[in-house]
């Protein structure tokens, strides 16, 4: 057996099983004194060493976000030489969609243990004056329709909100109800930047960003990274803890323009979500906890309704009476989201690491999920967001 062969290995003809090795966080927050860079390599040795497997397994990489020439320039960074590369980006959606390829390319054999690491010093870098805030991705191509009229990002995410509010009497309370049990959540999570506290009424009075979201609708700046590694079943036997298993994912986009968007109330987690539920032989009255991006309040709200925990229209109604917290019927974003706990950029990845924590019962004191008799959680949901709701990655986790 060579150096970084699993110790189970074996040719097979039938698709290998795909499992979370090691998770892990850069530090995360208000990072003021390192590089982006820096926080990728922190937080991939951190994953490496969560998975007790040596560095030498890893083939495959992705990386979004940084670079030239991205993936590449990270791997150099990290002393990586892989034989599977991808870097794929499509917004917030983008961890998710690289999970996906992440594990189709190691159930075909293509690799064996494939590494996804992000890292972003986006609010440090604000602060320094090394950048500044963008309204827009660009005003090139189809977006120079929209652009010169001041569509900002936010405002289109806010005209779908105002869609939503007109259709199905969604109310500004329900919206800001996603803000307070996000923040309720944070509480226990030391990790996270805010924790303390937050009411409905304090959401309604914040200063107006875009009608109708005041600050507290909005998702947080940090800075951060993360890193998830994952490999083929063989390695299982080898790891430091017991396997999350990547169940079933799918991807989808919809539109860049707003004019072609089919209908504002409808994101591309409608397709995404049913393509990963129908792939790991669940359904979503099955799932224990749910990780979902959340830029803005109703971001949650749709992609609930869209994955299947609610009918479209009934929102608003769900989010209600803290059925998002912890210990509520759906515990949704357990570390507090990008809403309370962290947000530097492309926060999907963060969704990955928060479900495997919780499916491994590594939460911690105050915020671990527990089903009834003490149980721990069987099955998680990761689902993030692109753009404004363009894209859509969906991957269903399993423990045991």
């Known amino acids: 057996m060579t150096s970084g062969t699993p110790s189970g290995y074996r040719h097979r003809h039938r698709p290998r099983k795909v499992a979370v090795a090691g998770v892990a966080l850069s530090d995360c927050g208000r990072v003021d004194e390192a590089t982006p860079y820096a926080l990728h390599a922190q937080a991939a040795r951190r994953a490496l060493a969560d998975s007790g497997l040596d560095r030498s397994v890893i083939d495959g990489f992705a990386s979004a976000g940084l670079g030239t020439l991205a993936p590449v320039e990270v791997a150099e960074y990290l002393g990586l030489r892989p034989t599977w590369v991808d870097s794929t980006s499509v917004g917030g959606a983008t961890w998710e969609v690289l999970a996906a390829h992440a594990a189709d390319a190691i159930a075909a054999g293509h690799a064996r243990a494939v590494l996804l690491v992000y890292g972003s010093t986006a609010r440090a870098d604000i602060k320094a004056g090394r950048r500044t805030s963008n309204l827009s991705f ?11 009229y001041g569509h900002t990002l936010i405002a289109k995410y806010a005209m779908a909100a105002r869609r939503h509010m007109h259709q199905y009497g969604t109310t500004l309370e329900q919206l800001a109800e996603i803000a307070v049990q996000a923040r309720a959540n944070a509480a226990a999570n030391p990790d996270a930047m805010y924790r303390d506290p937050i009411t409905v009424d304090d959401v309604l009075a914040g200063p107006m960003i875009a009608d109708p979201f005041t600050k507290l609708h909005c998702c947080i700046r940090s800075d951060g990274g993360c890193a998830v590694l994952l490999v083929a079943e063989d390695y299982v036997p080898d790891l430091a803890k017991p396997p999350v298993w990547v169940l079933g994912s799918g ?32 359904r979503p009255a099955e799932i224990d906890l749910a990780e979902l991006y959340d830029a803005f309040t109703y971001m949650t709200l749709v992609t609930l309704e869209d994955l299947g925990f609610c009918a479209k229209g009934e929102g608003g109604a769900f989010v ?34 928060e479900a495997v924590r919780q499916l491994r019962g590594e939460a911690g004191p105050g915020r ?32 045991g």
């Open 251 to 282: 991807t989808s986009v919809s539109h860049t323009t707003m004019s072609e968007w089919d209908d504002f109330t409808v994101s591309p987690a409608a397709v995404s979500g049913r393509l990963a539920f129908e792939r790991a032989g669940v």
């Open 320 to 353: 209600e009476k803290g059925r998002l917290l912890r210990d509520g019927a759906l515990p949704v974003n357990t570390d507090g989201g990008g809403l309370a706990a962290c947000h530097p950029g492309m926060r999907g990845l963060f969704l990955l690491v």
């Open 368 to 399: 671990q999920v527990r089903k009834p008799g003490g149980r721990l959680p069987q099955l998680a949901v990761a689902s993030g967001t692109g753009g404004w709701f363009c894209s859509s990655g969906t991957v269903v986790l399993g423990r």
């Open 138 to 148: 660009g005003a090139r191509g189809p977006l120079q329709f929209e652009v010169p």
